[in-house]
């Protein structure tokens, strides 16, 4: 019913900056949060920042004063500015959005996922 659709990533250089983007589209009623996790080799996928629609952000510990999230509500789409990275920030990369698809059914939606390498 939600398709996200994710862009950026790639290889950059320890201290270096990456922009992720993810725009949802399909049968959205309402958008209830948007955001980004990660899973790195042999772990397990973990949240790196979610923004809901009400404004409100959550980050992990690990990336706070370095990656920024942001929405455009209007069309559907979320931002991961991500700056100073570090090797251990390289991971796969997926886009998330919780939504309503009508006015009483909600899912969670998953990108395809993009792959971030920060080398040392």
């Known amino acids: 019913q939600v398709q996200l659709v994710e862009s950026g990533g790639g290889l950059v250089q320890a201290g270096g900056s990456l922009r992720l983007s993810c725009a949802a589209s399909?049968?959205?009623?309402?958008?209830?949060?948007m955001g980004w996790y990660r899973q790195a080799a042999g772990k397990q996928r973990e949240l790196v920042a979610t923004k809901t629609s009400g404004h409100s952000t959550n980050y992990a510990d690990s990336v706070k004063g370095r990656f920024i999230i942001s929405r455009v509500n209007f069309n559907n789409t979320v931002h991961l500015q991500m700056d100073s990275l570090k090797p251990e920030d390289t991971a796969v990369y997926y886009c998330n959005a919780r939504a309503y698809y009508t006015h009483n059914d909600w899912g969670d939606y998953w990108g395809q996922g993009t792959q971030v390498t920060v080398s040392s």
């Open positions: 399909g049968t959205i009623f309402r958008i209830i949060s």
